[in-house]
């Protein structure tokens, strides 16, 4: 660089970002990289208010704006004014969303009740919907238009067991984005998934030594995910280095669905 050049410009400057579910792991790691990228990010939760504004809180001490915002978005009305929420707090504007916010319980399918079925499609699915249809209402009034990425996973594709609800809900993410992006693309706003694989947590290779070994040896490139490595991604879509990416699912596993099967 030259001397005489100015600093160097983040990927996300001047943007407004919302990020669902970014109390802790992946949304957490989320949060932080579009912070460190130079958006504003408003981070929301649903009953994890104290990691919430931990996250808000480290924005802070690095010299980003955050802020805190709650909501149940298994209900329609609450999709819609957590987003109002980030944009008026962004002054009018909103220039990403990521949609993160997700549950994964286990259940076979011989014992599964409808009611449990719904709670994840509800929270995984459905709040996706609205939580987009909401953002690119007030996306598409502006000139730089927005972006929308849904944190989606390796499982809409290859399902594991006791995990029908949450694969047929991640499955069925991606294929709302491609249609969101056929949709929206018009009104100049981008949708886009980002599928992990296996991300690590503390503790989880305690709680699941097995499974985690067996990532270990399955991945290419030897180890489990990071909550940044999501982030990453998620920046990526978000910039303009990605403007005319819409519709895609970008896969982050590490090369475990590049193995064969057989």
Known sequence: ????????TRLLDG???LVTG???GIGRGIALRFAEEGAAVAVHCRTAVRPAREVAARIGERGGRAVVLRADLTDEDACR???????DWGGGRLTALVNNAGVQPSRELAGMTAAEWRAVVDTNLTGVFACTQAAAGIMRTQEDGGTVTHIASIEAGAPAPAHAHYSASKAAVVMHARSAALEYGPWGVRVNTVSPGLIDREGLAQ???????RWRRAAPTGR???PEDVGDACVFLASRL????????LVVDGGVTARPSW
């Open 224 to 226: 489990l995910g990071r």
């Open 81 to 87: 004014r957590v987003v109002e929420e980030a944009a």
């Open 207 to 213: 709680a699941w030594p097995d499974g985690v070994r």
């Open 22 to 24: 970014a109390g802790g």
């Open 15 to 17: 943007q407004v970002a």
């Open 1 to 8: 660089m030259s001397p005489h050049s100015g600093p160097p």
């Open 242 to 249: 990605a403007s005319w990416v819409t519709g895609h699912d």
